[in-house]
T-cell receptor
Framework: DGGITQSPKYLFRKEGQNVTLSCEQN?????MYWYRQDPGQGLRLIYY???????QKGDIAEGYSVSREKKESFPLTVTSAQKNPTAFYLC???????????FGPGTRLTVT | QKEVEQNSGPLSVPEGAIASLNCTYS??????FFWYRQYSGKSPELIMS????GDKEDGRFTAQLNKASQYVSLLIRDSQPSDSATYLC????????????????FGQGTILTVHP
């Protein structure tokens, strides 16, 4: 069964703690993306990766970090430097630039 | 001007009617256009992609693209209550170097309600 998995579905953290969100895909896609969704603001790109061991900042990368050590995996770390981390985080993948992106189920992060 | 703009809605149509969702984009170099459906609390689901001018039909859905007018629309025929969701228009724009790394720019979304 091909698809994108994200875990956990819900995550609660205290301010000042780093947290890592998991994203795995078995679609054999080269490109992977992280987006953030806030109410009334649509989706915004945090980081993207076109190939293993390479990634680029998106529009709102401050306070986030990523790694791409395997083609299937693209974890996102939300650091304590991110000022407003509470949001719905979405991972996506595509076979190449310009082609359709498919989303995982998302992780809802709440930081108090 | 927003990069991708959708009619704000919410849009309410009766069951069986045609729902028309509209989207305009600002970058004339945009190349790929997508419509996603997002149910409340869920992730976006791709329902249509369109790359060239004209119409593209898939079941009850028709996407229309007019690059000269920088306009893309989605028509949903025979609307069903299960079509009630937020519809997101997304566009892939080239970066400053003229190449595209696949960055999707999303509109704010239009909430569609289909009432029985």
């Amino acid at each position: 069964d091909g698809g994108i998995t994200q875990s956990p579905k819900y995550l609660f953290r205290k301010e000042g703690q780093n947290v890592t969100l998991s994203c795995e895909q078995n679609l054999n896609h080269d490109a992977m993306y992280w987006y953030r969704q806030d109410p009334g603001q649509g989706l915004r790109l945090i980081y993207y990766s076109q190939i293993v061991n390479d990634f680029q900042k998106g529009d709102i990368a401050e306070g986030y970090s990523v790694s791409r050590e395997k083609k299937e995996s693209f974890p996102l770390t939300v650091t304590s430097a991110q000022k407003n981390p509470t949001a719905f985080y979405l991972c996506a993948s595509s076979s190449g630039t310009g082609s359709e992106q498919y989303f995982g189920p998302g992780t809802r992060l709440t930081v108090t | 001007q927003k990069e991708v703009e959708q009619n704000s809605g919410p849009l309410s149509v009766p069951e069986g009617a045609i729902a028309s969702l509209n989207c305009t984009y600002s970058d004339r170099g945009s190349q790929s256009f997508f419509w996603y459906r997002q149910y409340s609390g869920k992730s976006p689901e791709l329902i249509m992609s369109i790359y060239s001018n004209g119409d593209k039909e898939d079941g009850r859905f028709t996407a229309q693209l007019n690059k000269a007018s920088q306009y893309v629309s989605l028509l949903i025929r025979d609307s069903q209550p299960s079509d009630s969701a937020t519809y997101l228009c997304a566009v892939i724009r080239p970066d400053a170097g003229g190449t595209s790394y696949g960055k999707l720019t999303f509109g704010q979304g239009t909430i569609l309600t289909v009432h029985p």
